[in-house]
């Protein structure tokens, strides 16, 4: 693997121990990989945040680290809002301890935002390498915004925060992004909502696996991008999708597809995720609200008051920047919290059955909460809580 003077000297140790072993670690995944070389990147995403994940030994590691993220980083979602921890309901224990994970990343210079849109709080372009951990933002980075990033483990990510480089290997090279199938969707789609593309998503990734998918027939919009990436990487592994017209790559690159193999998709097959089931809360913003849809919620509690608990989550970033509509949101009983989600909070354990508008959601809530999951439109969500 090509090495440049930089590489050498932190591998020499110059630049502390821990550099030096967070650049081991990369080399170490680039020759498993067969990568050439390290490629600099523009940003990190790093998971292994949640204390219920990575426990005390993983608190300790991280404790033992010294060095400065030299890019932007931010974390993946934890188990609870780092500042309205109390008010979901967290226990105090647990938020004792996940305080202690955050503090470490602190200490390492990664920006405390624990979102799995990392999109909307860094400047993220077309070409641009990256090391992203959570799997609907490494979905969304290499397929809406065209920017390259494998599916990094959380050590690879804070190594690559911390040395500012990752091996380049798999989606970081052109010739690997390459359509491998055709997916034909056979469906009026204009009145369809961002839950619906959630639904194309959650019945497509157990048909694709890890292969990159190339749709035919749709016309979604960022957010609905955004929820069909999510839940092809829920239900199977999808990093990479292309769609005819609509994502950059699949616009710029005139890929071949002949001869690829064609999956029809037909009405019925997403129509029959969408059951009528009673339910004790909603939650919205899976992956984490955007600022578009943020305002559609708080069009749609204007006046109302929710009768069941209605959570949405979001970036602390897009929260601040959005606080009007923050506040309306919350004016009906709602509450919109940041960090954390309605998978990863054992807060939303409570509940025997959650209406959300995302198909990850509606892979992940069953067994993650424990609870059965309901799919719906975010107006109809809004109107089963309101009702
Ligand atoms: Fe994000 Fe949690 Fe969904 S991490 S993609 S909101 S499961």
């Not at 993946?76 to 780092?82: D, F, L, Q, T």
């Not at 938020?95 to 909307?120: F, M, N, S």
């Not at 390498?129 to 809406?144: F, K």
């Not at 989550?313 to 709602?334: C, L, M, P």
Request: charged share 20%; with cysteine; hydrophobic share 40%.
């Amino acid at each position: 693997m090509h090495l440049d003077p930089e590489d050498e000297r932190i591998l020499a140790g110059e630049q502390g121990e821990t550099r030096q072993k967070m650049l081991e670690l990369l080399v170490a995944l680039g020759k498993v990989f067969g990568a050439e070389r390290l490629v600099p990147i523009r940003s990190a995403q790093v998971s292994g945040a949640s204390y219920k994940t990575i426990g005390e030994y993983g608190l300790a590691w991280l404790s033992s680290l010294d060095a400065r993220a030299v890019v932007p980083a931010v974390l993946n979602p934890i188990g609870m809002p780092r500042e309205r921890w109390q008010e979901m309901g967290v226990d105090p224990d647990f938020a004792k301890k996940q305080q202690a994970v955050i503090q470490a990343y602190e200490r390492l210079g990664i920006q405390l935002d624990c979102t799995c849109t990392p999109y909307y709080l860094h400047e993220t372009s077309f070409g641009d390498h990256l090391a992203w951990s959570e799997s609907s933002a490494v979905s969304y980075a290499n397929s809406v915004i065209g920017a390259r990033t494998n599916r990094e483990g959380g050590p690879g990510a804070l190594a690559a925060a911390l040395v500012g480089k990752t091996p380049c290997y798999g989606l970081h090279l052109e010739e690997n992004r390459k359509p491998q199938l055709i997916i034909r969707v056979q469906v009026d789609t204009r009145d369809w909502s961002i839950a619906h593309y959630g639904a194309l998503g959650y019945h497509t990734g157990k048909l694709v696996g890890n292969r990159i998918p190339f749709f035919c027939g749709i016309n979604p919009d960022r957010d609905q991008l955004k929820a069909l990436g999510a839940a092809m990487a829920a239900t199977g592994a999808v990093a990479l999708y292309h769609v005819e017209g609509v994502t950059p790559e699949a616009v710029q690159i005139p890929y071949e597809l002949d001869g690829l193999e064609t999956i029809p998709v037909e009405s019925a097959e997403i129509l029959h995720l969408f059951k009528d089931l009673p339910v004790d809360a909603v939650a919205v913003g899976c992956p984490h609200c955007s600022p578009a849809e943020l305002t559609t919620i708080a069009g749609l509690l204007n006046g109302k008051n929710v009768t069941k608990p209605l959570y949405v989550f979001a970036a602390q970033g897009v929260i601040e920047r959005n606080r009007k509509t923050v506040d309306s949101i919350e004016k009906s009983g709602a509450r919109v919290f940041a960090d954390t989600c309605m998978v990863v909070s054992p807060v939303m354990e409570q509940y025997s059955a959650i209406m959300v508008n995302s198909g990850k959601a509606l892979a992940y809530v069953p067994d993650m909460c424990g609870a059965v999951a309901r799919i719906g439109s975010i107006e109809d969500c809004v109107a089963v809580a309101v009702s």
